[in-house]
Structure formats: C-alpha cells, structure tokens
C-alpha cells in the first residue's frame, strides 16, 4: 500500500473516532480511567515521600517547606499533564496513534526527512507529490528547507525520538515496580518490622506476575475489569484529602499560590532543588496517556482526566499536605508518605484498594509500550514481534506477546534488585522527564511543519515547557548514582537494537532499490525461460514505491515457475503477481 493509502487510512481513522456517539465516547472514557490513568492516579502515594527522602528538609513551624511542595506539585500538574498533553499533545495524532514515535512519523509524512523507507523519505514523498499532484499544496518554511537540506540533521532528529522511545520502554520496565512496591509497602504500618520485612517484596513480586498474566485478554476486558478499581481508588483519595483539609488545615489552599513555590526554593535552597527529582513523580503517566491514544479517542481521554482524575488528585495532594502540617514530628521520611494521613481505621480498606489500583497503575505504560513498539517496528526500527489485536472495533488495541513476558522479567529483576521505592522512584522519574523533554522538542516542530503556525508559537512552546522541564531533568540527573542510573542503561540497549535493526533495514532497502528490475523485463524473459504457472495467488513483499525487486528475478530465473490467480488485480496482475506495500 503507498503512501496515498496510508494517509487515507490515517484520515479514515481519524473520522471514525470523529464520528463516535456521545455515549460510545463516554464509555470509552470510562474505559480509559481503567488502562490511561492509572499510574498518574496512584502518584499520591509516593510523591511526598520521594520529595523530601534524603534532601535534609526541615519542617518549620510556618509549613513553608510543605506548602511549597504542594504548590509546585499542584503547578507541574496543572501545566505539564492538564495543558501541554491533554490539550495540546493529544491533538498531535498519527493515523489515531500517539508516543513519541508518532510524533517522528507525523514529521516525516510532512517533511522529506525520513530515514525510512516508508516513512516520509524524500524519495516516497517526491513520487507521492507527483501521483497526487499535491506538490504546490505545502508551504515551504526555512525550517523545512534546512531540515529536508541536511543529512545531519535528519539522522539526529530520528537518534531523538528513538532515545524518547528507548525511555517510554524503560519506564515501562519502572512503573509497575514502584507502583506496586509503593503500594505494598503500606503494610509497614499495620504490621511489625521484622514480619514486613520478609513479605513486601514476595507479594509485590507476585502482583507483578499477575497483572503480566492478565495482558492477553485485551485493552477492552482490562479496562472494564480496572476502570471500577480507578473509579473507587479516586473516590477514595479525594474523600480522604477533604476530610483531612476540613480536619486538618483549612487553609491549605493558600499553597496553590506560586508564591509559595519561590518562598520553598529560597529558603531550601540545594534541598529543595533535589526535592524536584521527587515531586515530578507527580506527572508520571503523562506521556503513557499521550502514547495509549490508539486505544481510545482524544475527546474521551480528555473528558476522564478534566472531570475525574484532575479534581481527584488535587483534593489527595491538599489533604495529605494539610495532614503534613499539623503532624511535623516523623521517625522517618516513610512517615511523610501517603497512608500516614489516612484514618487509622480505614488503612486496611485503603491498603486493599491501594494495591489494586497501583496494578491498574502499571497498565498505562504496558499498554502504552505495546503501542510505540507496533510504530518502531512498522518504521522499521524493531526486530518483527507478533502483534495480537485485541478489539475487533478498535485498530489500535493490541497485545505483543514477547515485549509482555521482556517487561515481566526485567520489572521483576529490578524489583528485586533494588528493594526500596526510593531508588526505583529515582530511576522511574529520570526516564520519564526525558521523555518529556523529547517530546516538547518534536512538538515545537509539529507545530511549525505539521500544523503550519507561526514559528514563533514553537519557540514559545519549546522555551515554556522545556524550561519546566530542563529544571527537572536536572535535578533528576543528580540522583544517577542513586538508582538513575537504570534508565539511562536499559535505553542504550534497546538503542543499539533499534540503530542496527535501521542500519540493516536501510542496507537492504538501498541494495532493493539498486538491483530492481522492470515489469517489461521480466514480462520478456519469460518465454525463454518457458515459466511455469501453478495455481495460487503469490504475495511479494517489498519497500519499493515501483519496480519488481530482485529477490522475485532471483527466485524466477532458478525455479522458472510462480503462482496463477484468477481475477486478482494488483501492481503486476498481467502476471497474476500481487506487490504488497508496507504501510506506515
């Protein structure tokens, strides 16, 4: 299938979500709490400890430390998942996909940068402009001309998103260790030390096998499955986070001024710089719901989070901070964390929906993972999986079989490795702020060659979020020894495998390309030869925009003999040969 194909069955899939009923989309919002926005939602349980673990913060009498923290949680979250995903990311779709890899394609089908065959190279666009006449219809920004110019530049933009890609794959491996393990760790204050001790990682460890178990059954039976479990787990918190700023401190809401997020830097200094490596655990998920997009419509994506989930979260941030302020006198900084401000009498009942809704937690990434590495492997930047489709509706619900059991293994492994949220909250908050890093900068390009604004609301864009950003990304840095690490080893080696599966490809492609041969060719070397017809239909498959390549020569020149169809149409019907075409 070429190119006009491909973007016409993107254009299609786009009108079918456009199409949807009010009520199909409120059921797939509803679906959506239950796969999308379950690990953004269990970030209150790890969020306040991960900010204040180690950083020497002390809590004054004013509370300007804690009233700080949550202002800068309230604000990150506020500007980071609220405006730049869920409204303006999420409208950055390929063909109904998202990730950070639908970003590169979506570029590529706009601009002649592709480095891969059928997906957006100068070549394949040039022969698209000429079918369909369409070559006066783009408007040709510098921007375009220097990226379509140099070589350089479109090899480091393709190093860019794999690195962005390399990282949602690594949170992957992240998110369900310390979710789940954040969750469990709740027993610690209904059981005694030595008793914990030895059942947090065994339970933890075995919840991690389950919730790997239950991938094969589909995005559309989890998410009916998990969606009641998110649903409770909000309720819950926000009920909790009222009851506490009722009980508590009523005048929490004081926090949310930015004011309190400049008093907390000058006072803390290099303490509260670190804290921020913690508290943008507060946005994670962000990006898992940006690259989940293909399992659901944007619209109802949207309509979950600005109705449900953001009103939820703000309530559980104010009430543990409200909690926090009354209560400054800690054995440890576990004690800063999230079931020390519910009610003793509920713990138990929390603790139970705590560690259900961290497995819901962890299924935004897997099955966000799932989605990005369908789009490298279908650009040729992944060895070939098996893609199992879950829905019969919907295209983009899909499970993968061999990246499944990789993820178990290698959260398993870390799990066990490390044993304490607050490394593997370091090593999770790393990945997850450079892939946000990764996608500012491919946005503030959509901006300007996708959407065709003004290259000044890009750079407004990149200078806005990517300060946040770059602010964060430092501070995560620091922590490399400290677990950051991790990420930073688990993306270069899914790297070098992306690198030398594209080198390979290219190889192949350019070897293709220079060894093709013609219809008329092989239509005249067929009587010499007295080719024999069998029945049957014969699929070749190839990259190439036209030409036969030469594998067929090769395979027609030693066994002189091919498949006949009856009424099969295609690129070489005269000879009852089908030329299937990858499409992107």
Known sequence: MDLEAAGGAAAAHGKRWRGESWRATLLLAYQSLGVVYGDVATSPLYVYKSAFAGNDIQHSAGNEEIYGVLSFVFWTLTLITLVKYVLIVLRADDGGEGGTFALYSLICRHVRAGLLPGGGTRDELMEEEKVTGRHGERPVSRVRAVLEKYRVLQRLLLLFALLGTCMVIGD????????????????????????????????????????????HYGTHKVGFLFAPIVCIWLLCISAIGLYNIIHWDHHVYRALSPYYMYQFLKKTQTGGWMSLGGILLCVTGSEAMYADLGHFSQLSIQIAFISVVYPALVLAYMGQAAFISQHHNFESSYHIGFYVSVPESLRWPVLVIAILAAVVGSQAIITGTFSIIKQCSSLNCFPGVKIVHTSSTVHGQIYIPEINWMLMVLCLAVTIGFRDTKHLANAQGLAVITVMLVTTCLMSLVIVLCWNKSIFLAIGFLLFFGTIEVLYFSA?????????????????????????????????????????????????????????????????????????????????????????????????????????????
């Open 172 to 215: 992957g491996v992240l998110t369900p260790a310390v979710s789940v393990f954040s969750a469990v760790s709740g027993l610690e204050l209904s059981m005694e030390k030595e008793q914990h001790k030895y059942i947090e990682l065994p339970v933890a460890c075995a919840i991690l096998v389950c919730l790997f178990a239950l991938q």
């Open 476 to 584: 995560s840095l620091v922590k490399f020894h400290e677990g950051a690490w991790v990420p930073v080893t688990l993306s270069f080696i899914f790297m070098v495998v992306m690198c030398v599966w594209h080198y390979g490809t290219i190889k192949k492609y350019e070897f293709d390309v220079q060894n093709k041969v013609s219809v008329n060719w092989l239509l005249n070397l067929g009587p010499s030869l007295g080719i024999v017809r069998v029945r049957g239909i014969g699929l070749i498959h190839t990259e190439l925009m036209s030409g036969i390549p030469a594998i067929f020569s090769h395979f027609v020149t030693n066994l002189p003999a091919f498949h006949q169809s009856t009424g099969c149409t295609g690129l070489l019907s005269g000879m009852g040969i089908v030329m299937c075409r990858r499409m992107t």
